[in-house]
């Protein structure tokens, strides 16, 4: 996979070391830019961070105070970036404003990737708009601190659903794409785990975690009243069984009735119907139903 990185100035810590290794994990990035008004000494602490990570710089004067000149341009170089180079295969966006919402959404709407790097209290339609949303609390972070804005027991319910809706039983990372479809800024950072399965152990006491294949992780539930089961099979009783056993008796005697069934027997060109074996009963009760059989047919 492809990324453009895009990142707002002002909107964004002029820290990337964390922010280029978490993007890391997506894949390759041969477009970096960073968008700003370099002849202002607030962009100046971006300098070292320029030169450290090889990033092009767009530069966008601010010609009326107030205006969101920059944010434009932002979402100008966005748009060329995805009808100009089709190598591409999505885009990353470090900033925490809700101005970059359509912008997420015509890449969305091309079948792009859009990844968000922002904060926790970024709007929610610019968080929605992206496939996958990033915290910029959980990259920072030196120690995991819980700070989700997805209800844990919002959480839980999804997962029971989606395990529910394959057979009882899924694989861990099958379960975690489908929770980010759900909520793009799902991470288990938020919730005071660098682990997916550590969160899972931790948070669900109602599901097993197993190593079915190596390295890879199934999840099950334990409880027993949440899981999707057939019905058990009814019973026989004796009497619908008796009932049975009659209705079979009853269909042999019907064809042994049969006009064809005497033809052959008078031209001695008859042969017994074969006797199908009853494996599930005992070998006493199918004595006794073969002997009823000849005695019909004998008749």
Known sequence: MKYAVLIDSENARPALDEVFEEISKYGDTPIRILVGDFTSSQVSP?????MKHAISCLQTMNYTNGKNSLDISLVIEGMKILYEKSYIDGIVIVASDSDYTPL???WRSLGKDVIGIGRSDSPESYRASCTKFIYTENIYAKENKQNARIPLPRIKSQVISIINA??????MSLVCETLLKAYSDFDVRSYGYSKSIDFFRGEFKELNVTEDIKNTYFLSIKDSKNEVKPEPKKKENAEEAADKKN???????????EPEYKKKKDAKSYRKPRREPVA??????????????DDILDL
Not at 247 to 257: F, G, M, S, V, W
């Open 104 to 106: 997420c959404r015509e």
């Open 280 to 293: 599930s009963k005992s070998p006493k009760i199918a004595k006794v139903e073969r002997e009823e059989i």
């Open 247 to 257: 209705q079979h008796l009853r269909e042999i005697a019907r064809r042994i009735a």
């Open 46 to 50: 971006w300098k070292e961070v320029i």
């Open 166 to 171: 394959n057979n009882g039983k899924c694989q």
